[in-house]
């Protein structure tokens, strides 16, 4: 009898281990369908995003890509997100990994250096990776042209206060 009771305790637990790998695997999965590939691997490898421009001239295009080069010519950085709006200039980059000790200095640098080459622009400099994250998806999203505007320059905002939430 004891026998019987222990297979069934040793039964009900397999399957409650069973049960609670299943939603996590499921829950998993679902997050994942939310962000696009390239997103999700940003953070794995290097993925030097063209820029964004949210005010589509001309001039902007090109001095998005003159920024993306300047950026990516500091040697302790190896990627960079770069978002220029009608207001802000988000950069969002990351560092070599045995440069991460030096974080604050480096983005020192960098706001000084961009300000004093761009002095009419106003920048938002970030090594979060969660900014850098963000900085990527909405790339990702202007890329589908039936992605609006409006809810481009909404997520740009809500990834500014984000950043200034985090200084």
Known sequence: MAVTVVKNVSGIIKLAI????FFAVGGCSEQSKSKSTETRL???????????????KSEEFAFAEKLHKEVLKQPEIYDAAIITGKKEVLVAYKVRHLKRFKMKKIESTLTKKLEKKYPEENF????DYKIF???????????????????????FKSIIKLQKEQT
Do not use: G
């Open 18 to 21: 069973s049960i609670a790998l």
């Open 42 to 56: 940003s953070l794995l490898r290097t993925t030097n995003p063209h820029p964004a421009v949210l005010d589509e």
């Open 124 to 127: 938002i400099v970030s090594s």
């Open 133 to 155: 994250l963000e900085a990527v998806e909405l790339n990702e999203k202007l890329k589908n042209p039936k992605y609006s505007r409006k809810k481009a320059n909404d997520q």
